[in-house]
Every structure is written in structure tokens, then in C-alpha cells.
């Protein structure tokens, strides 16, 4: 059973900064893709960012190109999102758990989130 903790959200005005984190088993983030993903309750839950296990290659969505930064710590078996210059549409409840892979295979999978808010 996968295991998955996100921490670090929290409520922030427009242009504020949060750092996410999310802890999982050692075998899970050294062999894998790994994402970050967002649901708010107006969208699916959509992938904004993801990293490779072996050179640390990264991936964003368009919508947070340039504000957001994926980044790993394979010792701590953790990975990260420095999100800055945040907008009100990036309020969502944010996951971490594998990429490239289809959803649906994630099932029952996910974390319980950490609630991004972004408001004035």
C-alpha cells in the first residue's frame, strides 16, 4: 500500500509564496516519476508538475510555468513544490503520487492533500 504525506499548504494573498512537501517509501521515489498534482472542486484533478527519478528532468503544466519548482531529495525520500507568485486560481487541494502514468492506476493511492488557498 502506497503511502503518501503532503504538508505545507496553507492560506496566502495573490503573489504570496508556500512550499509544499510530500514523504513517501524510498523504492517509491527512487524508481519513479514522480508529480504533483491539484483538484480544486470546479476542475479534475489535473498534473502541474512532475520530476525523473534518474536526472531529475522536470515537467509543468502551463499554468504554472515559471512559478512553480519541482525538486526531490531522494535521501529524505521526499519531494518538493516552491510555488511563488501565486493566483487565485491556483487554490486547489494539492496530492503528490506517481506521474506518467494513467489516473485511474492510481486508485486508492493518493495522500490526504494539503489545502492550497489563495486570497486577499
Known amino acids: 500500500q502506497v503511502q503518501l504525506v503532503e504538508s505545507g499548504g496553507g492560506s496566502v494573498p495573490p503573489g504570496g509564496s508556500l512550499r509544499l512537501s510530500c514523504s513517501g517509501s524510498?523504492?517509491?521515489?527512487?524508481?519513479?516519476?514522480m508529480g504533483w498534482y491539484r483538484q480544486s472542486p470546479e476542475k479534475p484533478r489535473e498534473l502541474v508538475a512532475q520530476i525523473f527519478p534518474d536526472d531529475s528532468a522536470t515537467n509543468y503544466a502551463n499554468s504554472v510555468k515559471g512559478r512553480f519548482t519541482i525538486s526531490r531529495d531522494n535521501a529524505a525520500s521526499t519531494i518538493y513544490l516552491q510555488m511563488n507568485s501565486l493566483k487565485p486560481e491556483d487554490t486547489a487541494v494539492y496530492y503528490c503520487n506517481r506521474a506518467g502514468v494513467a489516473l485511474a492506476s492510481l486508485s486508492g493511492s493518493w495522500g490526504q492533500g494539503t489545502q492550497v488557498t489563495v486570497s486577499s
Open positions: 524510498p523504492n517509491l521515489f527512487r524508481r519513479y516519476i
